[in-house]
């Protein structure tokens, strides 16, 4: 006679409150990983990281001569990041920014001697993108210099004055005089440029829509180019017509933070508002 078989334990399924709790435990890690300020892209350190890596993208190119080309070799490059200033373009304005990168090929030059051109508007000096434009977080801007009057910056609803002290501040560049396409004399420097992937010259440039930008530069060692400190500061804020052009304003006292640039070329975090008072700080 056989043995019994033995019985089964009857399967039993996940109960409402196990599977709400399963989600729950889902959604928590979730969130740690997209970002605790869901909505809006990380803010503001997700800010600096982004114009940090840019930062450090550009000096990568410069430490390995990544001229327009970009391969081989390239004469009185110049490496830069830009910021859009251009108060007619809201969506972007203070938001956008790109990598630039300016030489002259030995194509470019035709047979003229390639070192000898180093003028930045000269149509053989030809510029480009290599890696397109990016955005800021949602509700994060760049805060331009105080001798920006292009756009105004409204302190925050019952904030104290100290809040436009806070300004970004970037000095000239060392080496170029500039010219009518490339103003690297002034503080801050800027430049007339469209973003495209193929080397154009400035002059060319002018005739496709090119706007204003503001830009920090690094030398081919992968030092800054700038006489003085530079220190890009961005902040929380909203941009709205003011009637004569844009307004800033500003979030909140504490929603700033800022990136310096060493003079190794090298780029810093800070959001300690004693930094960043320019109020308090020598160009």
Known sequence: MSAPLPRRRARRGFTLIELLLVITIILLISGMFLGLSTGDGGGLPAGQRMVGSSIRSVRAMALMNRGTAGTGISYNSRYRLLILNDPADPVNHLRQFC???????????GLTDP???TATNDNRYTWVSPEGTSMLPAGVYFIPPKTDTTTTINNPPGGAPTANTRRSIIGSIADNTGNA???????PPWMWFTPLNQPTGLQAMA?????KWYYVEI??????????RVMIVLAKGSMMPDGTGVALNLASESQFAALALRPNGDVSFTSDPDEMDTANLTK
Request: aromatic share 0%; proline share 3%.
């Open 115 to 117: 070192a000898t051109i």
């Open 207 to 211: 005739t496709m829509g090119a706007k």
């Open 219 to 228: 030398q081919p060692t992968g030092a800054s180019n700038h006489l003085g």
């Open 99 to 109: 990598v630039a990168v300016g030489g002259v090929s030995l194509a470019s030059a």
């Open 181 to 187: 396409q490339d103003s690297a004399g002034s503080s």
